[in-house]
């Protein structure tokens, strides 16, 4: 059923019992055409896009749960292409236009809300750094505007702007950033996806790959039995080193812990997002009316999905330090997803040297807004077995190479970036 | 987490600081790019039982070598790096 | 020629003043005090020779340095454990400098001289266990952490040297921190800010006691 | 003074100080109370029933509960800066002047037109907003989602900064306890007895848990005399510590535990020096969790009328704090405990219309009760209210035998059993296991070190309270290490508890299961419909238990009625996972000190004080605050200021702090070889008395930092980092010598807070130092020339430390004292420099004269580049192995076409360039594709009199002379450049070695 208004309305009147499931309850047939591993944001937009973009219909996503369990249930909803450096830039923008016109795509509201985000400068040299970024943007067709002390006092005079240890002197705006409705993305693809022939198979957890005498993958072994594949792509975030183990591949990533916090509901206080550029701290409002925030990963590696008090701590010194109007509010709930971190920052989207193995990684903490973008690039890769344009310099090979694509120029070791 | 430095006694979290895994050795002078490689940028990212450089950074300065579980995050070993207490090498 | 004169001046010179901070209404439960004359050398043996080390120490202070996090007294200095195989000889401004101790240690260590890089607090008084839980991660009970017990750790996220000295004639505990001479001023405000509630009594010394 | 009577006050009674009368306001009305109470009794007790509004249908509600899983009773809480909202009236102390005002209203709690969404109430099903609001597409952010968000969240914050202090502290213990009901007291005993340093938390303000309300009779005599007598022996014991209106909210890694304590929130304000709140750490070898248990709704129509109330809360109220619900309470039960309610009402006076029991076995002294009281006792379920914002009026019943009854209440009792407070014990991500007996989940596995007991672990009876809790304190001491004689246990009888599983029952109307979200049963069986059976996703799509409450009245019930309509039982349906912090914890506390100027640490060189009498203008670098310039009367802008600086030096002589940069002494003999190591240049062959500029890579070959390094003695090296890179390079250092190279002989120590260091440049400078150096040294060119390093003595017997090295480009030395003499330094400079015009420069000068001599800083070593990019790819030892030299040599890393470090001028000399602007080949539009650079550094020269700067460009070297863009649509900016070689002062550096 098609939903609108107009059949919420019809369906109001028989009490809500017309409605199907979201998406259809599949299991498993002996073989797909290509089956990802990883029900959340990328594998379901990778199975929408193979589905809608590349007609390629017999696909499955297998979860190890239920669908979204991962980060793109657990993340802070926060959508920009606001990146520096060639590879980003253009990805990221690509994802971001795909945002765009999400809900027509899906005939899902996942709630897009470009209401900008802000990232704050305190010094001369995050200004230089930041006009070069935004300068970067806006060579590529993206909108960025430097905001001067004036105009940061304008739209947000309730930052700390009179004792501030680290005082705000302006900011990166990028007004077509903002937020999504980070469920309803999950639960929009698989929707959208399911209705034009994909099967999403809860609760098939991958234990290993079939291969042939040749060494291809084939299929793979699961918790629901055997299932054959042409191809088998991987989205699976803080668990691809894990997963790529079993094909006998060892990556540049390591799992991180990254917490992140909801205060208690309340009513309109933070009009954008915004990220403190003195410390660990990035807030935006729900529409339900918590601060959504967070800051550095805890790190240390870690697979145990929650973090401990120092980062918490050091989140909310940040934002007292920025916004000392929400020392009253009450935090409600902590959180802690696993981040897959590469080593230069960036993701990783190409063929594995396993034939028939593709791979979908390094997603670091910015995973969620990459999602669109993710699933169209990855599916390119997969249905036509090259990378696409946007995408082209997230090769695997890139670190051998020394091409590496490191925004904030930290190096081989994951917990910086 | 609490990690009990061998010269300090238990200390809390926030007095480490963390660098990685403790697996990886540093290739001879004289190995050739793709071991350095190896070295620099792949890692197992083992879920459990892993060995990790941490540096007591905000306590004696030593570094050490922890072994834990990443998915618990329970530490079942913390020994001194290999250049620490050199005084009493040959004693 | 230019007239001018080498005044030494502690990094807390600007910050602190003598007297009362803080609640007024109350017996003052934080006595904090700066020491400001005072020689600081960070002893740290070489490969090899802990034995030549400790013997040279012996000769020099009549007492072994600590290996353990501890903090020892000997007639004219303090050895403070600092980490493995290091220590810090802490001493009245003059008894063992640089130059002294680099000769009794030339073979078994190498020096460096801390003095002007620290400040010296001293903390005190019924509430300083309150006060320094604000500040300090260490479990500063008495059974944990009892006479000369000292730890390398840190305050503000800025790394400090802590040692419970000889106890008070009133048998209060005394708390002793070295903390970095740039960070002082900060810190000495953070303490300010965590002691107020008790009632502070500021106060100087120019020697060590 | 009582503005209201108390007319749901009992005369007698309670634990209420009557003898403190207070006054407070709610919703702009006044009203009295009395010390003891909580805001929630004292409103109760003016027989105030409306409190609040839901969140999405705005339904009038009233108080539920008594503690902090209230779902309902939430205000704004005091005005003004100090507004608290979404604040429980159940947990909110009652202080006189208190000022609460009700939330999610508008334009008051009783004529709330929001009220009108229950006429949507039909379209407003779960997740009805991802099926609409989608065209036409601009309309979300511009109409429907401000509306959405104007409509959604509860209370208001302030919306100015917090004027209040909080602090953060640690504690430690052997033993933690969470909780003062009979479980914890016990345990708290047993613990303390032993000898074990015991913390016990407990969130209310008074000690007890349940005891306060529910009495019983505990070792022979009124569980209050226990509990006075407990708490006697257990102040006497020097190692327990009592922490009330103290919650423990989470248990994280190694035994660390988060708590809040609320230490002036019972206060209008916090005295002068005190915080409002304190955040605590405990460290605790052992956690004893006895926080209890909460009783849970019962899922039917109009469950949500005020009036309606949990049966333990109405025993609080009157037995707590002699305040009545109602004067006439029906009670609906399908547990054994609820029966209390009818002891504790009657006891005080109340009427009970009827109990409602959904058991057919309801016991014959409770019957015999019922004859003799004259109330009916019912077998069937409510299955309806009647009533509205005022409160109860009728409630309808369904009899077992399927006939119907009405009941005449003015207020309901609900008991839907017992959920053991599972929080802590799962935080861990354990997932609780159902017990049938109590239809219930209780903790299963927990995080290590921690055990719960009492109700926590599903033990009812106050007997078995008391043993277990007892019990798990003596195993926690011991286990710490404790054996001390724990001596007799507390001792009570079991009372019985038996339950009929009850979660929804069925009738007209709305039924809820969380009240604060507005999650109807219907909405559960929707998210069913559609797919949504995994709790999580029944959690997501419906947000039940998503709310301030985080679910603790509302989940299980919830999970309860997805189990029943997909067909599964409770246990296979699951729990969510649940998540720290048990109750919300205000953001304030958990920053404590660190907001404002105290939200790092500040470090002032030793010339701070000394330049602030100046007038510098500070400027923060990394936690440093840096003389930026010396501004001077006259002085139209900070260029005139800094352009002044820099004639100053490069005619005459001039002195900067540059103590910042991080100073590590590198000692013993195999010191030279392990500089080898970490730079890319050599080291070990630099004789004593000389300095060399040294670079160092990361592993991965890029480069890391900079820095001058010298060699004082054969064993003896002085080396310095750039002040960005003071504390990673000791850090990369420490790890270079105790894991690479575990087999040098070498010796680290910072040294940075040990000097003070200033630059004295200009063409005078030796002419200064000379006033200031003993004439004795010889600081003649051959006497001590370019790049030498050594100890001199100062007039006045200072011995300091002169480096002939120059960030400048003029003829300068660095001089270093010990730090408590550099403000004299300065002073004397000052003094001594008067004749030869010495002028204190900033870093602003200091930067532009970096950039006219073409030295790569922060901006050129950002992490990406390379040592060719910078210009000093021939430092690169071919003869030794060094950090980062493989991986340097990977083909992308020595591409040609690399961006690297040129100098760049606008070719219209009055142009201002700036950082940021990327370069594009003349003639040419803009694109991805021909982005080739950008501009990394800038100054206005007054050398040069014009804007220079350092660019990083593809190709650059080859390119000196070549136009080309600079492209700053940022700033709306487009000009010619001319890529010229970086060193654009001296470049020959005649004037440094003259």
Partial sequence: MKYSIFSLARAAFSGHKTWQRTWRDASPKDHYDVVIIGGGGHGLATAWFLASEYGIRNVAVLEKGWIGSGNAGRNTTIIRSNYGLPGNTGFYELSMKLWERMEQDLNYNTMVSQRGVINLYHSDAQRDAYARRGNTMRINGIDAELLDLAAVKKMMPFLNFDNARFPVQGGLLQRRGGTARHDAVVWGYAHAASAIGVDIIQNCEVSGFVRDANGKVTGVETSRGKIGAGKVGMAVAGSSSRVAAMAGLRLPIESHVLQAFVSEAIKPLIPNVMTFGAGHFYVSQSDKGGLVFGGDIDGYNSYAQRGNMPVMEDVCEGGMALLPMIGRVRLLRQWGGIMDMSMDGSPIIDKTPVDGLYLNAGWCYGGFKATPGSGLVFAHLLARDELHKEAARFRLDRFRRGAMIDEKGVGAQPNLH | MRIVCPFCGERELGEFTYLGDAKPVRPAANASEDEVFDYVYLRDNVAGETSEHWYHAGGCRAWLKITRNTLTHEISSVEPAAGVGAAKVGA | MAEFSWLSRSPLEHALVVGAHGARDIEPGISLTEIRNFDLIQVMARRGKAAELANATKARFGMAAPDLPKAVSASDATLIWSGPDQFLVLSKGGKQTMDILSQAFSQSASLSDQSHARALISVSGTKARAMLAKLSSIDLHPMAFPIDAAAATSIDHTSVNLWRGNDRGDGQAVFNLLVFATFAESLWHTMLDAAAEYGVDIRLSEELG | ?994
């Fill in chain 4, 1 to 994: 003074m009582v503005s209201h009577a108390q007319s749901h006050r009992l005369e007698s009674g309670g634990l209420i100080d009557r003898s403190a009368p207070l006054n407070f306001r709610f919703d702009g009305k006044t009203f009295a109370g009395f010390q003891g109470d909580t805001l929630a009794s004292a409103l109760i007790a003016n027989s105030v029933k409306l409190v609040g509004r839901s969140f999405k249908y705005h339904r009038p509600r009233g108080i539920l509960t008594s503690g902090s899983e209230e779902p309902n009773a939430l205000v704004e809480l005091r005005t003004g800066a100090r507004r608290e909202p979404n604040t429980k009236a159940t947990t909110t102390e009652l202080y006189d002047g208190l000022e609460a005002a009700s939330q999610n209203r508008w334009p008051s709690l009783r004529h709330d037109l929001m009220a009108v969404n229950q006429l949507f109430s039909p379209i407003f099903v779960a997740g009805f907003y991802y099926k609409t609001f989608m065209w036409p597409a601009k309309f979300w952010e511009a109409i429907y989602e401000p509306a959405i968000r104007r409509a959604a969240g509860l209370g208001r914050a302030a919306g100015v900064a917090d004027p209040d202090h909080y602090d953060k502290a640690w504690a430690y213990c052997d033993v933690l306890i969470a909780g003062s009901g009979p479980a914890g007291l016990a345990a708290a005993l047993a613990a303390g007895r032993s000898g074990a340093r015991v913390i016990l938390c407990e969130e209310d303000f008074a000690l007890g848990g349940r005891l306060l309300a529910d009495g019983g009779m505990i070792d022979g005599m009124p569980a209050a005399e226990w509990v006075s007598r407990t708490l006697a022996e257990l102040a006497t014991l020097p190692d327990v510590r009592i922490m009330t209106r103290t919650t423990l909210f989470g248990v994280y890694d190694g035994g660390t535990y988060g708590a809040f304590e609320r230490v002036n929130d019972h206060l209008p304000s916090p005295p002068e020096h005190q915080v409002r709140q304190r955040l605590w750490r405990v460290v605790a070898k052992r956690c004893v969790v006895a926080a209890g248990a909460i009783e849970r709704p019962i899922v039917f129509a109009g469950n949500d009328t005020p009036g309606v109330m949990m049966a333990s809360a109405v025993r609080t109220y009157v037995a707590r704090y002699a305040a009545t619900p109602a004067k006439r309470i029906a009670l609906f039960t399908n547990n054994e405990d609820g029966w209390r309610t009818v002891e504790t009402a009657l006891g005080a006076g109340l009427q009970i219309a009827a109990v409602v029991d959904a058991r057919p076995d309801v016991s014959a002294a409770h019957r015999a009760l019922a004859g003799k009281t004259g109330f009916p006792v019912l077998n069937g379920s409510v299955s309806g209210v009647d009533g509205g914002k005022d409160g109860v009026r009728k409630i309808s019943v369904a009899l077992a035998g399927g006939a119907r009854a009405e009941v005449e209440a003015d207020g309901l009792a609900v008991s839907g059993g017992w959920n053991p407070a599972v929080g802590l014990t799962s935080y861990h991500r354990g997932r609780p296991k159902w017990q049938d007996d109590i239809s219930a989940f209780v903790p299963d596995s927990a995080p290590p070190g921690m055990v719960a007991a009492g109700a926590a672990s599903g033990a009812f009876g106050l007997g078995a309270c008391l043993r277990q809790g007892f019990a798990a304190g003596a195993a926690a001491a011991q286990s710490a290490g404790h054996n001390g004689n724990t001596g007799t246990p507390p001792v009570a009888d079991d009372e019985a508890f038996s339950l009929t599983p009850l979660w929804q029952v069925a009738g007209k109307g709305k039924a809820f299961v969380d009240y604060q979200h507005d999650v109807t049963a219907s909405d559960i069986e929707l998210a069913q419909r559609e797919g949504f059976e995994s709790v999580e996703h029944l959690k997501r799509y419906t947000t039940l238990g998503m709310a301030t409450d985080q679910g603790k009245t509302s989940n299980v019930a919830g999970l309860a009625i997805m189990a029943a309509v997909s067909g599964k039982s409770i246990p296979e349906t699951g729990t969510t996972i649940y998540r720290p912090p048990y109750v919300p914890v205000a953001i304030g506390a958990l920053a404590g000190h660190h907001r404002d100027e105290n939200f790092h640490a500040t470090r002032l060189t030793p010339s701070h004080h000394w330049a602030a009498e100046q007038g510098a203008v500070f400027v923060d670098t990394g936690l440093w605050k840096r003389a930026q310039w010396y501004p001077r009367a006259g002085e139209k802008d900070w260029l005139e200021s800094v352009n002044r600086e820099v004639k100053a030096v490069r005619g005459g002589v001039g002195f900067c702090d540059v103590s910042t940069l991080g100073k590590i002494d590198v000692h013993g003999p195999d010191a030279g070889a392990f500089l080898d190591r970490v730079y890319i240049n050599t080291f070990a062959n630099l004789a004593v008395g000389k300095a060399r500029y040294g670079l160092m890579l990361r592993e991965d070959g890029m480069v890391y930092d900079d820095g001058t390094t010298s060699r004082l003695a054969e064993d003896h090296y002085f080396l310095t980092t750039t002040t960005a890179k003071a504390g990673p390079v000791m850090q990369h250092l420490e790890f270079c010598r105790q894991v690479l190279f575990p087999e040098l002989d070498v010796q680290l120590t910072s040294v940075s807070d040990q000097w003070a260091q200033f630059s004295v440049a200009g063409p005078k400078t030796r002419d200064l130092l000379r006033e200031i150096v003993d004439p004795a040294e010889d600081l003649s060119n051959e006497g001590f020339p370019f790049m030498g390093a050594r100890e001199v003595l100062l007039r006045g017997g200072i011995r300091a430390r002169l480096f002939r090295i120059s960030f400048s480009g003029e003829m300068a030395f660095e001089i270093s004292v010990p730090a408590r003499y550099g403000d004299a330094l300065v002073r004397n400079l000052m003094l001594a420099g008067k004749q030869f015009g010495v002028t204190p420069y900033g870093t602003e000068a200091l930067g532009v004269m970096r950039i006219e001599k073409g030295h790569v800083a922060g901006p050129e070593l950002n992490g990406t580049t390379t040592a060719a990019d910078l210009g000093l790819g021939k430092m690169m030892s071919t003869k030794k192995d060094f950090v980062g030299r493989v991986m340097a040599g990977r083909e992308a890393l020595v591409a040609p076409d690399r961006q690297v470090v040129v100098g760049v001028k606008p070719t219209d000399r009055a142009r201002r360039l700036r950082s940021g602007a990327h370069i594009i080949p003349k003639g040419e539009i803009p694109g991805t594709a021909n982005d080739q650079g950008y501009v990394t550094s800038v100054c206005f020269s007054p050398t040069l009199d014009q804007w220079i700067g350092l660019a990083l460009v593809e190709r650059g070297r080859e390119r000196i002379g070549e136009i080309v863009h600079a492209h700053d649509p940022l700033r709306g900016e487009d000009y010619d450049v001319e890529l010229c070689n970086p060193v654009f002062y001296d470049p020959d550096g005649g004037r440094q070695r003259g």
